[in-house]
């Protein structure tokens, strides 16, 4: 028999129920770590591949780290504070609808739960209990009308992940540049490497694949990547002379 994620006693349901379900920001810290991760190893890679110095590498990668990181940090935040706006728009929006046709909206909640499957004495109790608390009304009227999530994360936390994570992880093809490590670039492919692998393993938690399949599925495409930068700089290189 497989393991169930938690017991379904019902005081095991009724705690789990009770408990306060605040939003994660796995996909901004996974989003912006792999795209620094991508990034920076790509200019690293396609600097190496065009013959310029470590300098230059340092330069652009720490330009990148601060610029594109932020860039990615603010379309975090814009793109999140956009759900949050639209949000509260249909929730004023439905507000309103309630306070002038009340009727229409009860309506509009019972053919909601019509369509699921309730009918008769059920569905009027159903109705009745959700129309006896607006916020409970309101809710409901996102949820089923709109296709919106009410539980949504913060513009700013979401920002400052995406940010946080990008920079960490960019971080990481350049620290063996930083210390004038012998054979940088291999220990920096090999860094890097790991920091993909680790993202996607980690990101595993979230869905049904393999922790190991998902690491090389990340690892992969973090490597096409920084070969395409590398083979990009080692041409122009070749073009330009």
């Given at each position: 028999m497989i393991k169930l994620e938690h017991e379904h006693t019902e005081q095991a349901i009724k705690e789990r129920l009770a408990e306060d379900h605040q939003p994660h920001y796995l996909r901004d810290w996974v989003y912006g770590g792999i795209d620094g991760a991508i990034t920076t190893f790509a200019?690293?890679?396609?600097?190496?591949?065009?013959?310029?110095?470590?300098?230059i590498i340092i330069i652009l990668g720490l330009a990148?780290?601060?610029?594109?990181?932020?860039?990615?940090?603010?379309?975090?935040?814009?793109?999140?504070?956009?759900?949050?706006?639209?949000?509260?728009?249909?929730?004023?929006?439905?507000k309103e609808h309630i306070a002038q046709v009340p009727d229409g909206e009860r309506e509009e909640v019972r053919q909601i739960l019509a369509a699921k499957g309730l009918s008769g004495k059920a569905l009027g109790d159903a109705v009745a209990a959700i129309t006896s608390n607006e916020e409970t009304w309101i809710n409901t009227m996102l949820v089923e009308e709109y296709n919106l999530s009410i539980n949504l994360r913060s513009p700013l936390k979401s920002g400052l992940s995406t940010f946080a994570a990008f920079f960490i992880c960019g971080a990481i093809p350049l620290l063996p540049f930083l210390l004038a490590a012998d054979q940088a670039l291999?220990?920096?492919?090999?860094?890097?490497?790991?920091?993909f692998f680790t993202i996607g393993a980690v990101k595993?938690?979230?869905s049904l694949a393999a922790w190991w399949k998902s690491g090389v599925e990340t690892l992969f495409i973090g490597l096409v990547a920084s070969a395409m930068a590398f083979a990009i700089g080692h041409f122009v290189k070749q073009l330009v002379g």
């Open positions: 200019i690293v890679a396609g600097v190496v591949g065009a013959g310029l110095s470590a300098k990148n780290l601060i610029a594109d990181g932020f860039s990615m940090a603010a379309s975090a935040y814009s793109g999140t504070k956009t759900e949050a706006d639209e949000l509260e728009r249909f929730r004023q929006i439905e291999e220990i920096a492919l090999f860094t890097t490497g790991i920091a595993s938690k979230w």
